[in-house]
């Protein structure tokens, strides 16, 4: 990032304060963030409030990724619900079976409900293993986005052509659940999730261990998304969302460094959306549909979506907003929702993080961030 | 035999329908490559417009033929005025047009509930729409075919005016070149709303033919969207033609393969047609050719 010089140094020598201020600059905001979320916040926060925190930090790891894929590399992740829920799925599955064991039953519960006979369904099967189906929640994920990736950036499909793709991947996997009621449990999903691995659920020092799983690793990943920015890998993402033709004929092939951002991103979503299923106890399709897909962007919209910070932050403020105000107000929170898109997105692009860059650049011209292409 | 007719009959209703709705969608993502995703409500208002008028008008004959063109001023009025206050800050970064006209369909579909009421509403179809005619053992229903027919009508007025007037002839030297129509004396910000105005009156015209096959709602567009965006990807830009061919196409495919397997498994076949077909054809089936590198 562009540091301030002041006119008489015209080497690169900066001032030992102003190094050593940018320097902590980072891993001090880092440190505050972490005492914030795992010290202060435990102690502070009724279970009720703190089971909510979980869920909205669930939702800040998809936009982790989100920043990645969307701020740096301009890919519009319309589709991030399919990875949420796959991941979601994927331990949701292994959950109900663990439950469906404590209890001595062969099947999960939804299963003896539909009738669909005794056996369980060959894909299931895996599941009971916690291993394989830890390892599935991204992997599997990471594999959906990096099928359709290659197709789709290998043959420079272009942007918003790659927006309508992964969008209409959400509503097919949505309208898939739906349809196999008897493996999927259809439109209610996988619900009424009691234990995690051996943990019950119900008992809020659990919840409270299940929260600082999701705030441990929304930190972590943090930390991998800042260290990835600032890579030389970081530099050819930005490189491409800036202009694509350019790295192309700089000997680097754009489709690959896509690639890696997507997939990437897909991975953190489906892990949020494995941490999201002990936290609130549920996934379904209307969970990971159209809706709730381009939902996860808006967060990001908001906060900045280049600014990693600020895609985290806007995120867990809208959360918030929209869980105040849709029991209260359900309709006034659909204006609302409308209104932050059309004024985020269309009069704020750099979101409320372009502000701080804004007011900067009065005192120097700060480098402008390219347009999404 | 009959059954494979009787599918595909059914597969070219659901064509039209796609078409219908495409249509708009080729004028203002092809053409103009803004991502709309208000369209549907805008095929919503030309719904209510129809639901509307039917209070009113007490013969549903006479109600659908005047709900076809108020319908097509409605939507395309919004339409107008959605680019007059959004869409033209928006023309270069197009993915951006997505997300904002995603806020402006929330904030219509609430509108909707909060004017209409949430649950479905439903018109009154006229007699001579309501019954089924059989031709060589397939039964064709008559709303489905009038649907067809307004499509094809759809398909020939918009030809005629790319093709033929003085304003079809600036749409397509604004989408071609618009530096170059702009500096020939075309009014191009003009063009701009002209052409969203056309493009969203389809969707109201749309909305229209809805109200014969199903409930009228304030969510009834957003279960169309993304197929029709999908008919134009496929159908490539600035052609018609190619979303003629890519909605029939699609239709068809979709009701052989619900026949074969089930609803959902349809959609997602389709869906991965779709992106194996991109590797043949990245552009879409028929694509304007450009100089330009990207």
């Known amino acids: 990032m562009t540091t301030t010089t002041s006119p008489t140094e015209t080497t690169s020598v900066v001032q030992p304060s102003v190094s050593l ?64 829920g796959l991941g979601g799925y994927a331990m949701a599955m292994h959950l109900k079976l663990a439950d469906a064991a404590d209890t001595g039953q062969r099947l999960p519960d939804f ?8 056996a369980l369904p060959w894909w299931w ?26 197709f789709v950036f290998r043959r420079r499909v272009k942007g918003a052509y790659f927006a309508i793709l992964s969008q209409a991947l959400a509503a097919a996997l949505a309208i898939w659940l739906v349809g196999q009621q008897a493996t999927t449990g259809g439109t209610n999903g996988l619900t009424d999730i009691q234990g995690f691995f051996g943990y019950d659920l119900n008992d809020p020092v659990n919840q409270r261990m299940v929260y600082l799983i999701i705030a441990a690793v929304l930190l972590l990943l943090m930390a991998a998304a800042r260290q990835l920015f600032v890579s030389r890998y970081g530099e050819l993402l930005i490189a491409v969302r800036d202009s694509e033709e350019r790295v192309r004929f700089l000997g ?61 932050l806007g995120t867990i403020a809208v959360a918030w907003t929209q869980s105040t105000l849709s029991d209260a107000y359900p309709a006034a929170w659909t204006y609302l929702q409308g209104l932050l898109f059309v004024v985020a997105v269309g009069f704020l692009p750099g979101g409320l993080a372009s502000l701080v860059t804004v007011l900067r650049k009065r005192r120097t011209p700060a480098r402008t961030t390219g347009e999404t292409a | ?85 959004l869409i033209r800050r928006l023309y270069t970064r197009p993915l951006d047009t997505l997300l904002v006209t995603w806020g402006v369909s929330l904030m219509l579909q609430q509108l909707a509930r909060d004017i209409f009421g949430a649950p479905n509403v439903q018109t009154h179809a006229p007699d001579l729409l309501t019954g089924n005619i059989s031709v060589a053992g397939v039964t064709l ?3 489905r075919l009038f649907i067809l027919v307004l499509a094809l009508l759809c398909v020939l007025a918009l030809t005629l005016i790319l093709r033929r007037t003085p304003l079809g002839r600036r749409v397509r030297a604004v989408v071609q070149n618009r530096d170059l129509a702009e500096v020939s004396g075309i009014a191009t910000e003009r063009v701009d709303r002209t052409t969203f105005f056309i493009g969203s009156g389809l ?92």
């Not at chain 1, 902590?24 to 202060?40: S, W």
């Open chain 1, 21 to 84: 201020l940018e320097r902590f600059r980072v891993p001090g905001a880092f440190l505050l963030g972490a005492l914030l979320l795992l010290g202060v916040a435990p102690l502070v926060l009724s279970d009720f409030r703190l089971n909510l925190l979980a869920k909205y930090l669930c939702y800040a790891i998809v936009a982790v990724g989100v920043s990645l894929a969307w701020g740096r590399g301009g890919l519009m992740v319309l589709g991030q619900g399919v990875f949420f």
């Open chain 2, 203 to 294: 969707a109201g015209v749309a909305g229209v033919a809805l109200t014969l096959v199903g409930p009228i709602g304030p969510t009834m567009g957003t279960n169309y969207i993304v197929d029709a965006f999908l008919v134009v990807v496929v159908g490539g830009i600035a052609q018609l033609k190619g979303s003629v061919i890519t909605a029939f196409a699609l239709g068809v495919l979709q009701s052989v393969l619900e026949y074969s397997t089930t609803v959902s498994v349809a959609k997602v076949i389709v869906l991965v047609a779709i992106v194996a077909f991109l590797q043949w054809r990245p552009q879409g089936l028929y694509t304007l050719r450009t100089r330009s590198l990207a």
């Open chain 2, 141 to 143: 229903a008559n709303n």
């Open chain 2, 1 to 85: 035999m009959t059954v494979i007719l009787n599918q595909s009959f059914t597969g070219i209703s659901i064509g039209a329908v796609l078409l219908l709705i495409a249509l708009g969608l080729t004028l203002t993502f092809g053409q103009m490559g803004v991502i709309n995703m208000a369209h549907g409500e805008f095929i919503m208002a030309g719904a209510y417009t129809t639901y509307v008028l039917q209070k009113s008008v007490s013969s549903a004959g006479v109600s659908l033929l005047v709900a076809l063109p108020l319908a097509f001023l409605v939507a395309g009025a919004m339409g107008a005025l959605l680019e007059w206050l």
């Open chain 1, 252 to 312: 680097y092939n754009p489709a690959n460094v896509k690639l890696v951002a997507y997939v990437v991103a897909a991975g953190m979503a489906g892990l949020a959306g494995a941490l999201f299923v002990p936290a609130v106890g549920i996934i379904s399709p209307a969970l990971i549909g159209i809706v709730p897909s381009i939902g996860f962007v808006i967060g990001a919209a908001v906060g900045g979506r280049a600014s990693l910070v600020g895609a985290v």
């Open chain 1, 125 to 150: 099967s895996p599941f009971a293993n916690p291993a394989f189906a830890l390892a599935m929640t991204v992997l599997l994920p990471m594999a959906v986005a990096a099928l359709l990736g290659f």
């Open chain 1, 111 to 118: 299963m003896q409900l539909y009738g669909t006979g005794d």
